[in-house]
Nanobody
Framework: QVQLVESGGGLVQPGGSLRLSCAAS??????MAWFRQAPGKEREFAAA???????YYGDSVKGRFTISRDRAKNTVYLQMNMLKPEDTAIYFC?????????????????????WGQGTQVTVSS
Protein backbone atom coordinates (compact mmCIF):
# COMPACT_ATOMS: atom_id res chain seq x y z
CA GLN A 1 0.00 0.00 0.00
CA VAL A 2 1.40 3.35 -1.03
CA GLN A 3 1.62 6.05 1.60
CA LEU A 4 3.04 9.55 1.59
CA VAL A 5 3.52 11.04 5.04
CA GLU A 6 4.48 14.68 5.45
CA SER A 7 6.08 16.17 8.54
CA GLY A 8 7.92 19.29 9.64
CA GLY A 9 5.17 21.88 9.48
CA GLY A 10 4.53 24.38 12.23
CA LEU A 11 4.47 28.01 13.24
CA VAL A 12 7.40 30.21 12.24
CA GLN A 13 8.07 33.93 12.27
CA PRO A 14 8.48 35.90 9.04
CA GLY A 15 12.02 35.52 7.75
CA GLY A 16 12.42 32.15 9.41
CA SER A 17 12.99 28.69 7.98
CA LEU A 18 11.35 25.27 8.04
CA ARG A 19 12.16 21.95 6.44
CA LEU A 20 9.33 19.70 5.37
CA SER A 21 9.78 15.98 4.85
CA CYS A 22 7.71 13.51 2.85
CA ALA A 23 8.39 9.84 3.44
CA ALA A 24 7.06 7.47 0.79
CA SER A 25 6.33 3.82 1.48
CA UNK A 26 5.09 0.98 -0.65
CA UNK A 27 7.17 1.81 -3.72
CA UNK A 28 9.58 4.35 -5.16
CA UNK A 29 8.58 7.10 -7.56
CA UNK A 30 10.53 8.75 -10.36
CA UNK A 31 9.02 12.19 -9.74
CA MET A 32 7.87 13.86 -6.55
CA ALA A 33 6.58 17.32 -5.77
CA TRP A 34 5.21 19.74 -3.22
CA PHE A 35 2.02 21.70 -3.68
CA ARG A 36 0.38 24.10 -1.26
CA GLN A 37 -3.08 25.43 -0.58
CA ALA A 38 -3.68 28.68 1.27
CA PRO A 39 -7.02 29.42 2.95
CA GLY A 40 -9.64 30.31 0.38
CA LYS A 41 -7.31 29.65 -2.55
CA GLU A 42 -6.73 26.87 -5.03
CA ARG A 43 -3.87 24.45 -4.57
CA GLU A 44 -0.73 25.66 -6.32
CA PHE A 45 2.53 24.12 -7.43
CA ALA A 46 5.54 24.80 -5.21
CA ALA A 47 8.39 22.52 -6.32
CA ALA A 48 9.16 19.25 -8.08
CA UNK A 49 12.07 16.83 -8.25
CA UNK A 50 12.39 14.82 -11.46
CA UNK A 51 14.06 11.40 -11.68
CA UNK A 52 16.99 12.79 -13.69
CA UNK A 53 17.79 15.26 -10.91
CA UNK A 54 15.99 18.22 -12.43
CA UNK A 55 14.28 20.60 -10.01
CA TYR A 56 11.45 23.00 -10.75
CA TYR A 57 9.87 25.77 -8.72
CA GLY A 58 6.79 27.92 -8.70
CA ASP A 59 7.43 31.63 -9.25
CA SER A 60 6.31 32.55 -5.74
CA VAL A 61 8.93 30.33 -4.05
CA LYS A 62 11.83 30.44 -6.48
CA GLY A 63 15.05 31.51 -4.79
CA ARG A 64 13.70 30.81 -1.30
CA PHE A 65 12.68 27.13 -1.36
CA THR A 66 14.82 24.12 -2.25
CA ILE A 67 13.56 20.63 -3.02
CA SER A 68 15.83 17.66 -2.50
CA ARG A 69 15.60 13.91 -2.35
CA ASP A 70 17.17 11.06 -0.39
CA ARG A 71 16.63 7.95 -2.49
CA ALA A 72 17.94 5.62 0.20
CA LYS A 73 15.25 6.88 2.59
CA ASN A 74 12.63 7.27 -0.15
CA THR A 75 12.06 10.77 1.17
CA VAL A 76 11.74 14.17 -0.44
CA TYR A 77 12.38 17.42 1.42
CA LEU A 78 11.39 21.03 1.02
CA GLN A 79 13.73 23.51 2.63
CA MET A 80 11.89 26.80 3.04
CA ASN A 81 13.87 29.93 3.82
CA MET A 82 12.95 33.62 4.10
CA LEU A 83 9.37 32.64 4.85
CA LYS A 84 6.62 35.20 4.37
CA PRO A 85 3.10 35.37 5.78
CA GLU A 86 1.80 34.58 2.29
CA ASP A 87 3.57 31.20 2.49
CA THR A 88 0.99 30.17 5.09
CA ALA A 89 -0.74 27.11 3.65
CA ILE A 90 -1.23 23.40 3.91
CA TYR A 91 1.68 21.77 2.11
CA PHE A 92 1.02 18.52 0.25
CA CYS A 93 3.48 15.96 -1.01
CA UNK A 94 2.68 14.30 -4.34
CA UNK A 95 4.16 11.38 -6.27
CA UNK A 96 4.16 10.51 -9.96
CA UNK A 97 4.86 6.93 -11.07
CA UNK A 98 5.49 7.77 -14.74
CA UNK A 99 9.16 8.38 -15.52
CA UNK A 100 8.09 9.66 -18.95
CA UNK A 101 6.31 12.72 -17.57
CA UNK A 102 7.78 15.76 -19.25
CA UNK A 103 9.12 18.53 -17.05
CA UNK A 104 6.45 21.08 -17.96
CA UNK A 105 3.71 18.72 -16.84
CA UNK A 106 5.25 18.32 -13.39
CA UNK A 107 3.64 21.64 -12.42
CA UNK A 108 0.17 20.18 -12.87
CA UNK A 109 -1.76 18.37 -10.15
CA UNK A 110 -3.05 15.90 -12.72
CA UNK A 111 0.47 14.47 -13.18
CA UNK A 112 0.42 12.95 -9.69
CA UNK A 113 -1.45 9.81 -8.67
CA UNK A 114 -0.60 9.80 -4.98
CA TRP A 115 -0.99 12.51 -2.38
CA GLY A 116 -0.20 12.93 1.29
CA GLN A 117 -2.57 14.31 3.88
CA GLY A 118 -0.73 17.61 4.15
CA THR A 119 1.12 19.51 6.84
CA GLN A 120 0.22 23.00 8.04
CA VAL A 121 2.75 25.81 7.75
CA THR A 122 1.88 29.10 9.42
CA VAL A 123 4.09 32.16 9.06
CA SER A 124 3.16 34.80 11.58
CA SER A 125 4.68 37.07 14.18
Amino acid sequence: QVQLVESGGGLVQPGGSLRLSCAASGRTFPNMAWFRQAPGKEREFAAAFRHNGGTYYGDSVKGRFTISRDRAKNTVYLQMNMLKPEDTAIYFCAADSDSGTISSRLRAEAAYEYWGQGTQVTVSS
